[in-house]
């Protein structure tokens, strides 16, 4: 699942970038990295461990934001008999990294890859992440190679996964790939993930599962001030996560049917999560019909459109209750009795970033010694279990992390803009002060505080008038009132 990215483009980006510093430095996240993780890293960058079987004639290439560098996976799909073959080479991340090493302690520390608006905080040294571990394109490195057989509905009829060198052909962006797709210009390779991608996304929608195409937020300036803009996703996006989800269901049925291994869990929602959504539906103007059920509606939205995308940011709140579990039937630890992630209908596992996110070298050396016959590492099965605790901090991290960043965002949008009326819907009420709720604004799409006076209650579910009463960018908060 893609975590929302902001992009600030404004008119005085020397004052954003001071802030944002002083965001991090009061998170007190770790921006240096120690000496002793550096030299690690220069050493152990020219000598990682290397597997021996070869697949460097396969064509692959990998599909990223254009610029990037952290390249977790790179992907080879060709056509077998009326089905399909999908190779996956995934970043082999342990083959650089020392159990007990300094890397390894501080990747425990740091648990993933942080994102800013200005910059990023990652999981590994730059020299693993960006250069030797990193899938760059006319580069040998060792991967996690899954081979994936589809039939010709997309349905998986063999999952296999093993060490090997590798050699990605070319670095594509999504832009790039979709303007191909659309011109009549692709290769085969191309035509054949769109091919592919729709009919995963035509197996998930039989599943009842549903993928959220989350826009990218950006800041623009207009006017002296700021607005907010979104990157609609391309289908493009879509197809290529299709693959990665693929990969992470067939490394959870692997774990599951081993007794051991890490998944990603999802619990269905509560009603009051989908009452709340059809609350900001009405705010934003997104027709939701009764009788439709949810994951039909997303399918319907456009996320071109700024309302629509507006409303996808918001079905986020729906993965929150998102987290790991660890389960190793040797350690008397039995696998979840519901495995299953509620957005995906199927069990899951992260696996495929393991560049940006620690859990996925776990979940990789489980697959790859369940896949070759061989035992778990010795330091997996010893830190298995606490994983979990250590991704749910991480998670908390990086949702305040991505808090502080919409709200800074959000106060510089509507800095000098106090006392302005805005429309609104109420989307949520706090149960114990009905004075105090949650409303969403149709234009900017901002999500913020609204507190009414003691005579009046704020009416849940209305279109209401709003005036700004604060918008402070260096406390990060924004507050409204009733007009």
């Not at 007190?28 to 550096?38: I, N």
């Not at 990682?48 to 390249?71: Q, V, Y």
């Not at 290769?187 to 993930?193: A, G, H, I």
């Not at 039989?206 to 989350?214: E, T």
């Amino acid at each position: 699942m893609p975590r929302q990215q902001l992009r600030i483009r404004a008119a005085d980006t020397a004052r954003i970038n001071r802030e944002l510093v002083e965001l991090r430095e009061g998170l007190g996240l770790p921006t240096a990295w120690p000496a002793e993780v550096l030299a690690e890293a220069d050493r152990v960058a020219g000598v990682p461990r290397l597997p021996e079987f070869d697949a460097t004639d396969l064509a692959l290439f990998t599909l990223d934001p254009p610029g990037s560098m952290d390249l977790d996976q790179a992907m080879s799909l060709s056509r077998r008999g009326s089905g399909y073959r999908v190779h996956y080479a995934i970043a082999d991340v342990a083959a650089f990294v020392q159990p007990g090493g300094t890397i390894d302690a501080e990747a425990r520390r740091r648990v993933e890859t942080l994102y800013f608006p200005d910059t990023r905080v990652p999981l590994h040294p730059p020299r693993i992440s960006e250069a030797a571990a990193s899938l760059l394109p006319g580069e040998l490195r060792p991967a996690l190679l899954w081979q994936l057989d589809l039939d010709a509905d997309g349905t998986v009829l063999l999952a296999d996964v093993r060490r090997a060198m590798v050699r990605s052909r070319r670095r594509l962006d999504y832009e790039g790939v979709q303007r191909a797709i659309d011109s009549g210009a692709a290769d085969q390779q191309l035509r054949l993930l769109a091919e592919i991608g729709r009919l995963r996304e035509a197996r998930e929608a039989d599943r009842g599962g549903v993928s959220l195409p989350i826009p990218e937020q950006e800041v623009e300036p207009l006017d002296g001030g700021y607005r907010l803009a979104y990157r609609a996703p391309h289908p493009a996006d879509g197809w290529n996560a299709q693959i990665s989800l693929l990969t992470g269901m067939a490394a959870a049925d692997l774990m599951l049917d081993a007794g051991v291994g890490l998944l990603r869990t999802l619990p269905a929602a509560p009603a009051t999560a989908y009452d709340r959504l059809r609350r900001t539906a009405l705010a934003l103007e997104v027709d939701w019909p009764q009788g439709t059920p949810y994951p039909a509606l997303i399918r319907s939205l456009d996320p071109g459109r700024s309302n629509h995308a507006a409303f996808l940011k918001e079905c986020a709140g729906l993965l929150r209750g998102a987290g790991y579990h660890a389960f190793d039937s040797a350690q008397g630890v039995a696998p979840p009795a519901d495995p299953g992630h509620a957005a995906l209908a199927a069990p899951y596992a992260h696996c495929t970033a393991p560049l940006r996110r620690l859990a996925d070298r776990y979940a990789q050396e489980i697959c790859a010694a369940i896949a070759g016959g061989t035992d778990v590492p010795q330091w997996v099965r010893e830190q298995l279990l606490g994983v979990p605790a250590l991704m749910a901090a991480g998670d908390r991290r990086a949702h305040e992390v991505d808090r502080a960043c919409v709200d800074l965002v959000e106060a510089e949008l509507l800095r000098g803009r106090e006392g302005e009326r805005f429309d609104a819907v109420v989307i949520d009420i706090d149960e114990r002060r009905p004075t105090s709720g949650t409303i969403q604004l149709r234009e900017p799409a901002v999500v913020a505080r609204c507190e009414a006076d003691q005579a009046a209650h704020l009416p849940l579910g209305e279109r209401i008038k709003v005036r700004l009463t604060l918008a402070d960018p260096v406390a990060r908060a924004v507050r409204f009132a009733p007009a």
